[in-house]
């Protein structure tokens, strides 16, 4: 079965509003989970690291003030895109730790028009 | 700048046939491979991780490991088929950089009866 959730698995928005993407871990505690954004015939990037109870970590090019998450519980990270553009169409898929190895979430595709 | 570097495709073998699939990476200090499936629109499912040198059999799968050369393979025997998909390899660091994989640009495969 799924070891990780994403809601909504698909999201079509305006320019300049704000999308809300959760990550739930199904099977297990996770103190940390992985954010990675995949565009159109493109490998996965990393985005960025949450951290339950702290914040998150960035990867070097990603705007900390527009994409904001929080790891509020063990079980549940959320990924804010705010005032979303074009450009920020993509497919969001977030990541969980288990003891030796990662799974994927379903993923999130986000439309933005 | 961590780099993975996977074999140019798209690879097409015949049904019944072994696929090999080959992947380099730049960091020395990568601890963690892994390959990943993934099926168009969908997010990636993991099929092997190997951490040591030597190889790794899961099934149809062999996963193999030489990390003086920095070079890790995915060789699939008597492929089908369902095995067209883009495959990723990914590399994760030791510690608090586990997690945090660096993918590659995936290799196309395609499987015809």
């Known amino acids: 079965g799924a070891v990780v959730s994403q809601h909504p698995s698909r999201v079509i928005c305006k320019s300049g509003t704000s999308v809300k993407i959760e990550c739930r871990s199904l099977d297990f505690q996770a103190t940390t989970m992985f954010w990675y954004r995949q565009f159109p015939k493109k490998s996965l990037m990393l985005m960025a690291t949450s951290n339950e109870g702290s914040k998150a970590t960035y990867e070097q090019g990603v705007e900390k003030d527009k994409f904001l998450i929080n790891h509020a519980s063990l079980t549940l990270s959320t990924l804010t895109v705010t005032s979303a553009h074009p450009e920020d169409s993509s497919f969001y898929i977030c990541s969980v730790t288990s003891v030796d190895t990662q799974y994927f979430g379903p993923g999130t595709r986000l439309t933005v028009l | 700048q961590k780099e993975v570097e996977q074999n140019s495709g798209p690879l097409s073998v015949p049904e019944g046939a072994i696929a090999s699939l080959n992947c380099t990476y730049s960091d020395r200090g990568s601890q963690s491979f892994f390959w990943y499936r993934q099926y168009s629109g969908k997010s990636p499912e993991l099929i092997m991780f190997?951490?040591?040198?030597g190889d790794k059999e899961d099934g149809r799968f062999t996963a193999q490991l030489n990390k003086a050369s920095q070079y890790v393979s995915l060789l699939i025997r008597d492929s089908q088929p369902s095995d067209s998909a883009t495959y990723l390899c990914?590399?994760?660091?030791?510690?608090?950089?586990?997690?945090?994989?660096?993918f590659g640009q995936g290799t196309i495969l395609t499987v015809h009866p």
């Open positions: 190997i951490y040591s040198n």
């Open positions: 990914a590399v994760g660091g030791e510690g608090t950089s586990y997690g945090k994989l660096t």
